[in-house]
Structures are given as C-alpha cells and as structure tokens.
C-alpha cells in the first residue's frame, strides 16, 4: 500500500490568493513528481524533483513553483491563483528501482474563481 | 513527443462480459504501465510489462505488450462492477532525464449489473 498524501483534497478560491498544495510520502523515496490533469485529459508533468534540493520543471508550462526540503515532502506553490489554474493536482513519488512504477496521491482539486 | 492512443474512449458493458482495450503508439517504449483511476482518487499502478511480447495476468485481468513494444493490451475476463473506472496507459518520457512518464487520455469503463 502505498503511502502518499495530499491536502488539501479540494480548495475553492478567489483570483490573486495565494496557495500552495501539500504533498507528502512516507515511503522514503527520492524521487517525487506534480501532473495536472483536466477533466478528461491525459496528465502532464508540471515538475519534478531527484531528490532534496532538486527541482526541474517537467514538460507541460507551469506558473507554480516547487521546493524540496525534506525527501517526504514536495509542495507546490501558487503566487496568485487565476482561473486557467483551475485542474486536479497528482503528485506521485517512485524510488530508483522502478522509477516508472510511480505511486500517486488521491489529488487536490483545485477551482479558482 | 511520444504519444500514446488508447481506445475505446469510453466502453460500457454488462457484467460477466469480456473486454479488451488498446494502448498504441508509433514509438517504441522501454516498458508501459497500466494505471487505473477511480473519480476523485489518483491512478493506482496496476502492472509494468517490460518485454516485447510479455503477457501478465492480475486475476481476471490481462496485459499485454506487444511484440515491438509499440502497443499494449489489456483484457478483463467476466467482468464485475468493481472494475470500473479509467484505465490508463503510460510509459516513460523519451524526453530526458526526468523519469516522468506519458499518459493516454485513458478507456472510461462502466460495468453495468
């Protein structure tokens, strides 16, 4: 069972708050990664980190930012939510012997008004 | 870019029926994995196939890889209710160094009682 949180599960907020989403796993894994994924649409990588102090951007554009300061925790980080920022957020965590079995958290849906 | 293809989009079926659905490409995969995605929930890893021509079986389920590892299937036998949801497919990014992975836009499926 794998062991990877996100808070919240669901948010509603205005245009020009900032935000960040929390993601956490307990399973000591390196390497960690944030998608989006729209409403029927495949998921993107928006970021992704190696390991503490990584961070590299992934392939879909993204004006959120991340950090990694501790292995078990990877947030992401909105300045100022605009409504184009409106989608579910995946963050998933996978370890060097399988690095494409990735294990994902039950997302935040995000809705910005 | 890789692109991965699945069909059906969408597949509703009676329970105790078969199925089967695609996974395709026009580019050669190191390995494809199955993920399946329950409304709300993140994707849960399902089965890696890694060989050309590998087949594994997860119970009632069936995966595929095909002989030029392009393509994937995967057959439910008799299938249940509790099969429901997004299945999706996905494989690692040719793009670099990220160990991010693909994702197609899933199979919808619904299994009616």
């Known amino acids: 069972e794998a062991d990877i949180y996100q808070t919240p599960r669901y948010l509603v907020i205005g245009t020009g708050k900032k935000i960040t989403l929390e993601c956490s796993q307990t399973m000591g894994h390196d390497k960690m990664y944030w998608y989006q994924q729209d409403p029927g649409m495949e998921l993107h990588l928006i970021h992704y980190?190696?390991?503490?102090?990584?961070?590299e951007k992934g392939d879909l554009s993204s004006e959120s930012t991340v950090s990694r300061i501790r292995t078990e925790h990877f947030p992401l980080t909105l300045e100022s939510a605009r409504p184009s920022h409106t989608s579910q957020y995946l963050c998933a965590s996978g370890d060097d012997r399988d690095p494409y079995e990735q294990y994902f958290g039950p997302g935040t849906r995000l809705t910005v008004t | 870019t890789q692109l991965l293809e699945q069909s059906p989009q969408f597949l509703s079926i009676q329970e105790g029926e078969n199925l089967t659905v695609y996974c395709n490409s026009s580019?050669?995969?190191?390995?494809l994995q199955w993920y399946r995605q329950e409304p709300g929930e993140g994707p849960v890893l399902l089965v890696t196939v890694v060989t050309g021509g590998e087949v594994k079986k997860l119970k009632r389920l069936t995966f595929q890889f095909g002989d030029a590892r392009k393509d994937s299937s995967l057959h439910i036998t008799a299938a249940q209710t509790g099969d429901t949801g997004l299945y999706l497919c996905a494989g690692p990014d040719s793009g670099g160094g990220a160990d991010g992975l693909t994702f197609g836009k899933g199979t919808h499926l619904i299994i009616q009682p």
């Open positions: 580019s050669v995969f190191s390995s």
């Open positions: 980190s190696y390991g503490v102090n990584s961070t």
